[in-house]
């Protein structure tokens, strides 16, 4: 054995010898356009990523937020101006004050619009703060210093806290400071007021009146309309729908390409083109299927799923996951294995930061991210778990419906488009042309159990575009350089 070892060595060329020569200034040419191509694409994802999470400070005025005043007394509307000039900072949401408007008119409808997404958060001053508060100063002490007065009950912060946790906690926090931060100055205001510039009356205003009414007359308490355990939904979508993404449509890829060469060699296109969207299909439903299965495996106990959660939860899963699939059907027909493997990375950070990410007040450049499927599954999935949260379904699925249809009508262009090459002989599976000092003949012109014999003349080429004998094959230890695969690195 070692005999013939060595006899087979014999044939073989060094690495560095002058014949291989150019096999090594291909190899050299590869690895360069693979550093370029992929550092091109790391900072192109990584500040995508970094972009859509940490740009939002500059668009607050695109978050909106509600300001319903419910009470309408002299202390409530001097509450609510204090309220408005704080927020009109370029630092803070947009609060659009709706106190005359007949929208809104109730709590539960702010809380509705709070819960369907119209607003991001809503600030409301309950009924009965002004009345309450005009008692506490008026006779609410007891001289001892103890208080009856609650402030909390003044404003209420309306919140869901579910949709997009980075972006709605920036929001929040914010909202929460500016509230803080005026009750000092309210305070102020409402004890001038109260004693009318009078020291006399100041002195016997803080001998009666509730201490607590005085220091702070008003505070506030947050509701979150969304259930507890939705609050890191998000995240749990992005990472359920990325992981679809990647087993439905890189699978399938790789799967193909261990048999393409002999469909696209022997079977008509619209044979091809009906496997392919076949294999794509198949796969995309088991594992969707075994997706939306854990889902309601795993689900919480104040979660009741019904029969249509389910097929409604597999149907977006499953259309994301075809939209992204016939997309890298596109990108495998067209492309040369190194750009396609730089389109997945990219493709998978800029889906990422839509599904994690409030796209609403990024910067406009971000805002792209309304036309990718990823991002409205996640919406999508969010209304169905929650009943109606941020309800835009129709814009959901219609985005991936154009998607999915757009890139399988393409995809059966390019398909059709590479047989005819690879029948022609121009193009080699790895989506490279044949090299010039080796022509490759038409399928067509073969004659009938002809296969290609290998000569020392012929250049390097793909194992994948030719079919080799068992004759041939013993004499691959003289001739080492004709079958080396380089086009796909």
Sequence with gaps: MLRQHRELQKGLLPLFSPELRGMRMAFGKGLWQMFLIFTVVFWISICFLFGAGYDGSRHMKDARMILRDFDQSPASTALARMINGAFAIHTAPNLVDFTHSTEYSTPAAVRGAVWDGDAWAAVIINQGFGERLAAALASGGDGTGATAYDPGSAVTLITEESRHYFKVQVVIKTSEAILTALQAPYAQAML????????????????????????????FTVDNVAPFHFDLSMYILSVTLSLCMVAGAFIPSNMWKTIETPFYQNVRITQLIGLRLFINLVWAILICLQATGIMFAFRGPSWSPTVGDFFGIFGIILLNTLAFSFFIDCMQNWLHPRFLLATYFTMLFVNISGAVFGTEINNHFFRILYATPFLNSGLTLRTLLTRGSYNKTRFSVTINVVWSLLWWVVSTFLIARKARLVRAGKLLMANVPPPPSAPAVPVSEKAPGHSPQLTPSDSVRTSSSVELEPSSLARRSTVSTSDIEIDDM
């Excluded at 020291?199 to 201490?211: K, M, V």
């Design 192 to 219: 001038e007021q109260a004693s009318g510039g009078d020291n006399t009356r100041l002195a016997g205003l803080i001998q009666s009146a509730d201490p607590l009414a005085l220091i702070a007359p008003f505070s």
